[in-house]
C-alpha cells in the first residue's frame, strides 16, 4: 500500500486508518496563529456507513487505501441477497442485502450499478443519479382534484414506496432520484 500525507487529501479519497476503512468527505487544513497546522477532517466509514470528524497533524502519514470500481450487472434475487454479474470476466457474485444499502431498491433485472471493492469485500455500490421505474399499484386519481403539489403513495415494481403526483396512474413510468428516494418527473 501506498502511504500519503494529509497534503495530499482529496475528497472522495479512501484512507486506511488503526479506526478501518473511511472515505474522506471534507477536509480544512487550518493554520492558527499558535502552534502547529492541522487537517480537519470529515470521513465516512465505507464498511458502516457512519460518518466521524477527526483531525490529523499537517504532514501526517498514513495508509491510502484503492477502491476499485466495477461495473456488474443485477440477474437477480436470491432470497435476500442479490445475484449480480461482472461485465468484463462475466463472473457471478452474490452480494448480501446489508452491502447493497439503498440501491437494492431501485434494481430491476437488467440494470446496471458500480460495486466498490476493496480487494475481494465490497464496501458499497454506486447507483446512477436516478432511474426509471414502472408504477405497479396506486389509486386512481380522481378527477377535478387538482390541487397544486397534491401526492399520492405509489409502489413501484422493485416494491418501493414513493410519494408521485396525483396524475400517475398504473403502468406509468416514473424517473425517481435515487439519492432520495424522491419522484422527479414521468418517464
Given at each position: ?13 479512501a484512507?486506511e486508518?488503526?479506526e478501518?476503512?473511511f472515505?474522506?468527505?471534507e477536509f480544512?487544513?487550518v493554520?492558527?496563529?499558535?502552534g502547529?497546522?492541522?487537517v ?9 456507513g457512519a ?12 495508509e491510502?487505501a484503492?477502491i476499485?470500481k466495477r461495473?456488474q450487472q443485477f ?10 454479474m ?5 463472473d ?7 452491502r447493497?444499502?439503498?440501491a437494492?431498491n431501485?434494481?430491476?433485472e437488467?440494470?446496471?450499478l458500480?460495486?466498490?471493492?476493496y480487494?475481494?469485500e ?9 432511474v426509471?421505474?414502472t408504477?405497479?399499484?396506486t389509486?386512481?386519481?380522481v378527477?377535478g ?8 403513495p405509489?409502489t ?23 439519492r432520495?428516494?424522491e419522484y422527479?418527473?414521468?418517464?
Amino acid at each position: 500500500m501506498a502511504t500519503i500525507s494529509t497534503t495530499d487529501f482529496k475528497t472522495g479519497m479512501a484512507i486506511e486508518v488503526p479506526e478501518g476503512l473511511f472515505q474522506i468527505i471534507e477536509f480544512q487544513h487550518v493554520k492558527p496563529g499558535k502552534g502547529g497546522a492541522f487537517v480537519r477532517t470529515t470521513l465516512r466509514n465505507l464498511r458502516t456507513g457512519a460518518t466521524v470528524d477527526r483531525t490529523f497533524r499537517a504532514g501526517e502519514r498514513m495508509e491510502s487505501a484503492f477502491i476499485e470500481k466495477r461495473e456488474q450487472q443485477f440477474l437477480y434475487r436470491d432470497g435476500s441477497d442479490f445475484v449480480v454479474m461482472d461485465n468484463e470476466t462475466f463472473d457471478q457474485i452474490t452480494v448480501p442485502e446489508a452491502r447493497m444499502g439503498d440501491a437494492g431498491n431501485y434494481l430491476t433485472e437488467g440494470s446496471t450499478l458500480t460495486l466498490l471493492m476493496y480487494g475481494s469485500e465490497i464496501v458499497g455500490t454506486d447507483m446512477p443519479a436516478a432511474v426509471e421505474l414502472t408504477v405497479t399499484e396506486t389509486e386512481p386519481g380522481v378527477q377535478g382534484d387538482r390541487v397544486s403539489g397534491a401526492r399520492k403513495p405509489a409502489t413501484l415494481e422493485t416494491g418501493l414506496v414513493i410519494q408521485v403526483p396525483l396524475f400517475v396512474e398504473v403502468g406509468g413510468r416514473v424517473k425517481v432520484d435515487t439519492r432520495s428516494g424522491e419522484y422527479l418527473t414521468r418517464a
